[in-house]
């Protein structure tokens, strides 16, 4: 599976949008793949990681962000959901699954009621290691057009990630202590 071949399906290759996800895929899955590497007794699949990491995005051209150049009619929270719909009819459900749970640092049914967002009131949390390695290397790369290039520190995510709440902070903080080399 080529999941190059895959985005070239439902982007064209000389859009914005198309630029943005194959850069950012890259990003997210150069990252993902030295996360594992760090992590090689938890036995992650490497080729999947690669794999999902350049598809978890794949949604976006259904969502209206004019400034990914996509402009579609669903707003950017969906891109997730739509993500997994688009793999699950290709056969590609495992894929699918890294979409919908990646976004943010996966999404609760309770947050999804008390935010009244567009989405199925289920839990949309990482579940596997490849989806918490995933989930994790993607907060380190923005793809919003400005600095892209920067890998964010764990300080500027947490800081972003305050204003989602401390579950969030927690979360990403777990995964910090699992993922990096931590000197005393």
Known sequence: MN???????????DSRAYKILITH??????????IAGRVAHLKSDLRFIEEAAYLHDIGIFRTHSPEL???????????GYLGRKILEKIGLSAHGLVCERHVGVGMTQEDIRQQDLPLPA????????????ICYADKFFSKNGR?????KTVAEIIGTLNR?????????????????????
């Not at 999941?3 to 290759?13: F, G, H, L, S, V």
């Not at 895929?25 to 030295?34: C, F, P, S």
């Not at 989602?164 to 005393?184: I, L, N, S, T």
């Open 147 to 151: 600095d892209t290039a920067r890998e």
């Open 3 to 13: 999941p190059i071949e895959i985005i070239t399906r439902y982007y064209e290759k």
């Open 69 to 79: 150049g996509c402009f579609g009619k669903d707003p950017y929270v969906r891109h």
């Open 25 to 34: 895929g890259r990003q997210v899955a150069d990252k993902a793949l030295e």
């Open 164 to 184: 989602y709440g401390h579950d969030k902070v927690r979360r990403f903080q777990a995964w910090v202590e699992m993922f990096e080399d931590v000197e005393d």
């Open 122 to 133: 289920r839990d949309m949390l990482p579940v596997s290691i490849e989806e918490q390695i």
